[in-house]
Each structure stands twice: as C-alpha cells, then as structure tokens.
C-alpha cells in the first residue's frame, strides 16, 4: 500500500518568513492533494498536482510535484498568522482510484 | 446546504454503546466517503458510496462499523459495541462525480467520538 511521510512533523516560523513542507511517497504519485486542517474543523483543499512535475499557486502558497523522487513541497511565501494550522498531503495510487492515503500532517505554528 | 455537515460534532459513549453518526452531503453530490482520524494521524479510508451503493468497504476496521446511504443523500455511520480505540474523529467526504480522483473531495467538519 502507498505510504506518505511529511517533513517537518511540526514547524514554528515568525510572521513574513518562507517555509517548506515536504511530502514523500513509497510509490509513485498519480495525483497528489494538499489539504489544510484546523482544529475541529475539517480538510480544506488547496490543491491537487497531477502527475507529469506540475507546479500550482493560490495567493502566497505554491506547491510542486516532483515525480522522479516522488515528493511534493509545499511552500509558503510570508507566512501570516491564517496560515496557521496542520497541513495534510494526500494521494492516490492510479487514475480512476478515490482512495486518498494522507501523510500524517505538519503542524504550522505562525508566531506575529 | 452550502457544505458537507455532520452531526453530532462531539460525541461521548460508554464502552459497549452503539452509535450512530450522521454526515449530510452537498446537495447532488454523488459520491460520499467516510475517513477515520486518530489523534495526531492523517485520515483513513473508511467506505465509499456512489449514490445509495455501497461500492467499497475496505477500509471499516471491523464488523462493528455499519454505513449506509440509503436514498444517496443523508449517511450514518454506525458503530457498535464502541471500543476506546474507536476513539477518533470521523470524516464524511462529498464529490460531485462517481469515483475517479479527478474530483475534489469536500469535507464535514468531523464527529469526535471519545470512548471512556
């Protein structure tokens, strides 16, 4: 079955710094999710990378899939105190699948 | 209703109890998943259903775990005999179309269930 391991398991950065989160998969990524996750709340989503090393941006937040080492980053521009929260990756293992197999977070501490 | 909720949000049973957790899903949506979140974990696959059908059950942990979707909107997870490591949160998942994971997943907010 498809492991995902994320790095760092949690992360404390002042406001206005960039950071990066890591996502590394046992087999190869097909599609890969970012989520992110507050607690008591549920998954938002904030993007999904097809396989092939695409590259998406939503506002300060880019994330990459590099297919050959099977890893995604996550990386925030100027961090800011909403930002906080645990952010989850997600994959699944071939077209068609709906199974989501999720790492098991980062936490994301934004110190103002 | 404008996203996926869930009810009850918190939930407390004795060991031994049964109980029945609801997800209602976007309006139209077809597919509905179930997640099981232990504390400091990422989600697990629980169930999938397209509309009323129940096409994957793997992931259920044991033959305590019943869902059901029986007019392809509203489930209910149940759970019997409640275990304390059945202590966790659980997520529903609507999407719009069957399967395939092209299609984003949105999520309920969860049901925490502590089993003392």
């Known amino acids: 079955s498809q492991e995902l391991e994320q790095s760092p398991q949690s992360l404390i950065v002042q406001e206005g710094k960039n950071l990066t989160i890591n996502c590394t998969s046992s087999k190869t990524l097909y599609g890969l999710y970012w989520y992110k996750q507050k607690y008591g709340e549920g998954l938002i989503f904030l993007m999904m990378?097809?396989?092939?090393?695409e590259e998406k941006s939503h506002e300060k937040i880019t994330a990459k899939l590099d297919e050959k080492k099977q890893q995604s980053s996550l990386h925030i521009t100027a961090s800011q105190p909403s930002h906080a929260g645990i952010y989850l990756c997600?994959?699944?293992?071939?077209?068609?699948?709906?199974?989501?197999?999720f790492g098991k977070g980062t936490k994301l501490s934004v110190i103002p | 209703g404008a996203g996926v909720s869930q009810s009850p949000r918190y939930k407390v049973a004795k060991r031994g109890q049964d109980v029945a957790l609801r997800c209602d899903p976007i309006?139209?949506?077809?597919?509905l998943f179930w997640y099981q979140q232990a504390l400091g974990q990422g989600p697990e696959f629980l169930t999938y259903?397209?509309?009323?059908?129940?096409?994957?059950k793997s992931g259920l942990p044991s033959d305590r775990f019943f869902a059901e979707r029986p007019e392809g909107s509203v489930s209910t997870l149940k759970i019997q005999r409640t275990q304390q490591e059945d202590s966790a949160v659980y997520l529903c998942?609507?999407?719009?179309?069957?399967?395939?994971?092209?299609?984003?997943?949105?999520f309920g907010p969860g049901t925490r269930l502590t089993v003392l």
């Open positions: 997600g994959a699944v293992p071939g077209a068609g699948s709906y199974q989501l197999t």
């Open positions: 259903f397209q509309n009323e059908a129940q096409l994957d």
């Open positions: 990378l097809q396989k092939g090393g």
């Open positions: 309006s139209g949506h077809v597919s």
């Open positions: 998942a609507s999407s719009s179309e069957a399967g395939g994971h092209h299609n984003e997943q949105f």
